[in-house]
């Protein structure tokens, strides 16, 4: 078992910046993958950038050159970095870990509002 706790969302300017932690517990032996998703009221839950044993950060063509995932192994805590930021990133970050990039484990994600 792995449990996940998000923190940083909060409410934001367009153009500002925000920095999510996702800080893990638990059994970490069929864990590859870490990643933030987020979903906006009304849509689909959607990734937005993953790290795993194989690829070290991955981002979602619509956070590339904005986001930034990253990862502290020794606390195993996992950070999203997120500059720019649009008034459509707006929605509830969630952290996940995994076999592979689809989460066998849920945070209970963290709310991340950017106004305009």
């Known amino acids: 078992q792995v449990q996940l706790v998000e923190s940083g969302g909060t409410l934001v300017q367009a153009g500002g910046s925000l920095t999510l932690s996702c800080e893990a517990s638990g059994s970490f032996d069929n864990i590859n993958a870490m990643s933030w998703y987020r979903q906006a009221p009304g849509k689909q839950r959607e990734l937005v950038a993953f790290t795993s044993k194989m690829v070290k950060a991955n981002n979602a063509d619509s956070v590339k050159g904005r986001f930034t995932i990253s990862r502290d192994s020794a606390s195993n805590t996992v950070y999203l970095q997120m500059n720019s930021l649009k008034p459509e990133d707006t929605g509830n970050y969630y952290c996940?870990?995994?076999?592979?990039?689809?989460?066998?484990?849920w945070g209970q994600g963290t709310q991340v509002t950017v106004s305009s």
């Open positions: 996940g870990a995994g076999f592979s990039v689809r989460p066998d484990y």
